[in-house]
């Protein structure tokens, strides 16, 4: 028989109610307490604060904007839709389109902005506004952009407005492109540049900048200010210091760079490298060191605190670090900095903490020489090894060793091999490429390390390439991997990258490499070509330029038959587009590889990557007059003389030719050697010939004359 559907805690309720009929107080006190909780807010709500520190200007609460009505919001997301799809039959159908949103929208900017539903469309009309329409949403914001920085979706359209305004002010500055701003019917409007527009921005934000550092949104609008005053690039790419790694990528279809969320380094004027330096100032002089040092372990200050440090030092100079208050030196005060002291107790406490270990990290990074001697003589030139270790500080001796002469890296060089047994079983294999990459720059030998690794990832067939890439089990007799997730992610990206930076120096690290996958056999080379992650090693072992004509061809030759299956394949796609620079000096292979390819051409044309890998070996060319193609293909192969396929006989003597511009290569000089050996030889040997030929000759004539004085009778 069914239960009857009854709702758990009940009892609870009528408790609850029972107490706040008698204390009406007792309701709101326990409601008041929970808003105090770092809970999200809702829209127009109070800001979100991360463990918000006291003794800082905290601004006022944040005013209501109003809502948008149901037929606004439908008119606003109709065109949000179209903005997105960007399906206009001209930029100028788009310009009117976007100025009738403007139109509709005027009075609204700052509902818009602190809209859930309709913030993506104000962001989309900054990426397409023009120099003009950026400047009127400045005026709009103008008073309120302390308050929508701390919006969850307001602080977004700020950000977006910062970025793109921001080559403005180097156009301005230059004057050398249109600015795409007519002049104006309305007599009584004043004109404002833009660098002004964000000087006044700043104005605002300056009394509350120790409570903005750690606001959850507001900290990432201050941190892209930062940039655009300082100049510096801000690329795509660029999370976790600048942008958040959840924040939503907001496009538009077929927009160009010009319309993304990137700055490319340039020019800025005085008064921004001025108002930077002054918020720098301002923020170390109003801060004091106890406070500096708390948001070097808070998760949403301490990146502004790297951003701060970095351009303290990058765009002021290293002195800035003798100035008292300066941020490092609020930092690190102490001169010398020796155990036991304040600072020496700060870097210790930074070294394995997950935050705080990103800051000492940009210490050592921008220190000047002097004090970065001084801190790696006091703390860390013993202990590398020890760092390497472990997980967090392993970054830390990355960093440390990026600025070692080459004496210093010897001695950690022996003390980090020393614990690379340990370093392979906990996969932490971030610190060896770096060491590696450094003793290459150094000119420190690699040998111990080479030893050790090969001991490491050793087998009884010798170095394992599987196992520093991380593919798992065994194949199947197909070559495809049996589980998608055989090592975690990152794991193998650090083993991929690793066995690239082993391959980038000459010597016995990358021949670990390369012997390793001419034993690999067939079906575990495709199976590295296929996986995602190790494919990138395989691209970059084809076209390194350490790697032997014998390798490359060994290598290659494992993929005939599997052309189209590898062309058709996400990650295999682009070991077939690597070889055709890894057939450099192998112009029969690649004619092979392209008749391959010519012969699946249905397949390929119905897949997207097959369709570039069609492109990239330019197969119309070949389809269609295949001679052009052939002379083009063996002219970049580096060798238009060798064009006979290996079953030929070889009767091809020809030098190559050299091409223009360009040095012989070291296979085209020994071709040139062995044709002309080869000449010589001939012209020898048929010298020889001919000299036995007239001696032949000649001894013909004598006896025929013999003969005839033999046949005269005797009279």
Same mark, same amino acid.
């Given at each position: 028989?069914?239960?009857?559907?009854?709702?758990?805690?009940?009892?609870?309720?009528?408790?609850?109610?029972?107490?706040?009929?008698?204390?009406?107080?007792?309701?709101?006190?326990?409601?008041?307490?929970?808003?105090?909780?770092?809970?999200?807010?809702?829209?127009?709500?109070?800001?979100?604060?991360?463990?918000?520190?006291?003794?800082?200007?905290?601004?006022?609460?944040?005013?209501?904007?109003?809502?948008?009505?149901?037929?606004?919001?439908?008119?606003?997301?109709?065109?949000?839709?179209?903005?997105?799809?960007?399906?206009?039959?001209?930029?100028?159908?788009?310009?009117?389109?976007?100025?009738?949103?403007?139109?509709?929208?005027?009075?609204?900017?700052?509902?818009?902005?602190?809209?859930?539903?309709?913030?993506?469309?104000?962001?989309?009309?900054?990426?397409?506004?023009?120099?003009?329409?950026?400047?009127?949403?400045?005026?709009? =914001?103008?008073?309120?952009?302390?308050? *929508?920085?701390?919006? &969850? /979706? $307001? @602080? %977004?359209?700020?950000?977006? #407005?910062? +970025?793109?305004?921001?080559?403005?002010?180097?156009?301005?500055?230059?004057?050398?492109?249109?600015?795409?701003?007519?002049?104006?019917?309305?007599?009584?409007?004043?004109?404002?540049?833009?660098?002004?527009?964000?000087?006044?921005?700043?104005?605002? =934000?300056?009394?509350?900048?120790?409570? *903005?550092?750690?606001? &959850? /949104? $507001? @900290? %990432?609008?201050?941190?892209? #200010?930062? +940039?655009?005053?300082?100049?510096?690039?801000?690329?795509?790419?660029?999370?976790?210091?600048?942008?958040?790694?959840?924040?939503?990528?907001?496009?538009?279809?077929?927009?160009?760079?010009?319309?993304?969320?990137?700055?490319?380094?340039?020019?800025?004027?005085?008064?921004?490298?001025?108002? *930077?330096?002054?918020?720098?100032?301002?923020?170390?002089?109003?801060?004091?060191?106890?406070?500096?040092?708390?948001?070097?372990?808070?998760?949403?200050?301490?990146?502004?605190?790297?951003?701060?440090?970095?351009?303290?030092?990058?765009?002021?100079?290293?002195?800035?670090?003798?100035?008292?208050?300066?941020?490092?030196?609020?930092?690190?005060?102490?001169?010398?900095?020796?155990?036991?002291?304040?600072?020496?107790?700060?870097?210790?406490?930074?070294?394995?903490?997950?935050?705080?270990?990103?800051?000492?990290?940009?210490?050592?990074?921008?220190?000047?020489?002097?004090?970065?001697?001084?801190?790696?003589?006091?703390?860390?030139?013993?202990?590398?090894?020890?760092?390497?270790?472990?997980?967090?500080?392993?970054?830390?001796?990355?960093?440390?060793?990026?600025?070692?002469?080459?004496?210093?890296?010897?001695?950690?060089?022996?003390?980090?091999?020393?614990?690379?047994?340990?370093?392979?079983?906990?996969?932490?294999?971030?610190?060896?490429?770096?060491?590696?990459?450094?003793?290459?720059?150094?000119?420190?030998?690699?040998?111990?390390?080479?030893?050790?690794?090969?001991?490491?990832?050793?087998?009884?067939?010798?170095?394992?390439?599987?196992?520093?890439?991380?593919?798992?089990?065994?194949?199947?007799?197909?070559?495809?991997?049996?589980?998608?997730?055989?090592?975690?992610?990152?794991?193998?990206?650090?083993?991929?990258?690793?066995?690239?930076?082993?391959?980038?120096?000459?010597?016995?690290?990358?021949?670990?490499?390369?012997?390793?996958?001419?034993?690999?056999?067939?079906?575990?080379?495709?199976?590295?070509?296929?996986?995602?992650?190790?494919?990138?090693?395989?691209?970059?072992?084809?076209?390194?330029?350490?790697?032997?004509?014998?390798?490359?061809?060994?290598?290659?030759?494992?993929?005939?038959?599997?052309?189209?299956?590898?062309?058709?394949?996400?990650?295999?796609?682009?070991?077939?587009?690597?070889?055709?620079?890894?057939?450099?000096?192998?112009?029969?292979?690649?004619?092979?590889?392209?008749?391959?390819?010519?012969?699946?051409?249905?397949?390929?044309?119905?897949?997207?990557?097959?369709?570039?890998?069609?492109?990239?070996?330019?197969?119309?060319?070949?389809?269609?007059?295949?001679?052009?193609?052939?002379?083009?293909?063996?002219?970049?192969?580096?060798?238009?003389?060798?064009?006979?396929?290996?079953?030929?006989?070889?009767?091809?003597?020809?030098?190559?030719?050299?091409?223009?511009?360009?040095?012989?290569?070291?296979?085209?000089?020994?071709?040139?050697?062995?044709?002309?050996?080869?000449?010589?030889?001939?012209?020898?040997?048929?010298?020889?010939?001919?000299?036995?030929?007239?001696?032949?000759?000649?001894?013909?004539?004598?006896?025929?004359?013999?003969?005839?004085?033999?046949?005269?009778?005797?009279?």
């Amino acid at each position: 028989m069914p239960k009857e559907n009854k709702r758990r805690g009940r009892r609870e309720e009528q408790k609850k109610r029972k107490r706040g009929h008698d204390d009406p107080d007792a309701v709101s006190k326990r409601h008041k307490h929970h808003g105090d909780a770092a809970e999200p807010a809702p829209e127009g709500g109070v800001s979100f604060q991360d463990e918000a520190i006291d003794d800082v200007t905290r601004p006022g609460a944040m005013p209501f904007y109003g809502m948008l009505d149901d037929d606004e919001q439908e008119y606003f997301k109709r065109a949000d839709e179209m903005l997105e799809l960007n399906q206009f039959d001209g930029p100028e159908e788009r310009r009117l389109f976007l100025e009738s949103v403007y139109k509709e929208a005027e009075g609204k900017e700052l509902k818009l902005a602190n809209s859930q539903s309709c913030s993506r469309l104000m962001e989309r009309l900054i990426l397409l506004s023009t120099p003009k329409q950026l400047k009127n949403l400045f005026q709009k =914001f103008n008073d309120d952009f302390v308050h *929508l920085v701390q919006h &969850r /979706f $307001a @602080s %977004h359209c700020c950000e977006a #407005l910062f +970025i793109q305004a921001a080559p403005i002010v180097t156009q301005e500055l230059s004057k050398s492109e249109p600015l795409q701003t007519p002049p104006s019917s309305d007599p009584n409007e004043i004109y404002v540049s833009m660098e002004n527009s964000f000087l006044f921005a700043l104005d605002q =934000f300056e009394p509350y900048l120790g409570f *903005l550092m750690t606001d &959850r /949104f $507001a @900290s %990432h609008v201050l941190r892209v #200010l930062l +940039i655009v005053l300082s100049g510096e690039p801000l690329e795509k790419e660029s999370k976790g210091a600048l942008h958040s790694k959840k924040k939503e990528k907001i496009s538009v279809a077929g927009a160009d760079r010009t319309q993304e969320l990137v700055l490319g380094k340039r020019k800025v004027p005085q008064s921004f490298l001025d108002a *930077l330096e002054k918020v720098i100032k301002d923020i170390s002089e109003g801060l004091d060191s106890s406070y500096l040092r708390i948001l070097a372990t808070h998760p949403t200050g301490n990146p502004t605190l790297q951003l701060m440090l970095k351009l303290e030092l990058s765009k002021f100079g290293k002195s800035r670090a003798k100035d008292e208050h300066s941020v490092i030196h609020k930092l690190l005060p102490d001169d010398p900095i020796l155990e036991g002291t304040e600072s020496a107790s700060f870097i210790n406490g930074l070294v394995y903490d997950p935050v705080g270990s990103r800051l000492l990290e940009t210490i050592i990074e921008n220190a000047p020489g002097k004090l970065f001697k001084t801190i790696y003589g006091e703390f860390f030139k013993e202990r590398m090894g020890s760092l390497a270790r472990n997980e967090i500080a392993g970054y830390v001796a990355g960093k440390i060793l990026e600025r070692l002469g080459k004496d210093d890296l010897e001695e950690a060089t022996r003390q980090i091999v020393e614990q690379i047994p340990g370093l392979v079983e906990r996969n932490r294999t971030a610190i060896l490429k770096t060491l590696i990459e450094r003793c290459a720059v150094r000119g420190v030998d690699t040998a111990p390390i080479k030893a050790q690794l090969e001991q490491a990832y050793g087998a009884p067939d010798g170095f394992e390439i599987t196992r520093l890439l991380k593919l798992g089990e065994a194949p199947s007799e197909d070559g495809k991997s049996n589980s998608k997730h055989d090592h975690s992610h990152p794991d193998k990206v650090h083993g991929s990258l690793l066995a690239q930076a082993m391959m980038a120096i000459p010597g016995p690290l990358g021949n670990l490499i390369f012997d390793s996958f001419v034993n690999l056999g067939e079906p575990l080379t495709l199976r590295v070509a296929r996986d995602t992650i190790a494919s990138r090693t395989l691209q970059a072992a084809l076209t390194s330029p350490h790697a032997t004509i014998i390798f490359r061809r060994k290598v290659i030759q494992q993929f005939y038959g599997k052309v189209c299956e590898l062309a058709l394949d996400p990650a295999g796609s682009h070991v077939i587009d690597a070889i055709w620079e890894g057939s450099h000096g192998l112009a029969f292979i690649r004619e092979r590889i392209a008749e391959e390819l010519c012969e699946n051409e249905a397949s390929l044309r119905e897949s997207l990557v097959g369709r570039a890998v069609w492109r990239n070996w330019r197969m119309d060319l070949y389809k269609r007059r295949r001679p052009d193609w052939v002379k083009q293909s063996r002219y970049a192969a580096g060798n238009e003389g060798f064009q006979s396929f290996p079953e030929s006989n070889g009767d091809a003597t020809h030098v190559p030719n050299q091409r223009a511009g360009k040095q012989p290569t070291a296979i085209e000089l020994a071709r040139r050697k062995h044709a002309e050996a080869k000449a010589k030889k001939d012209a020898t040997h048929a010298k020889k010939e001919k000299k036995g030929n007239n001696m032949s000759a000649e001894g013909d004539n004598g006896s025929s004359k013999g003969k005839g004085k033999a046949s005269v009778p005797a009279h």
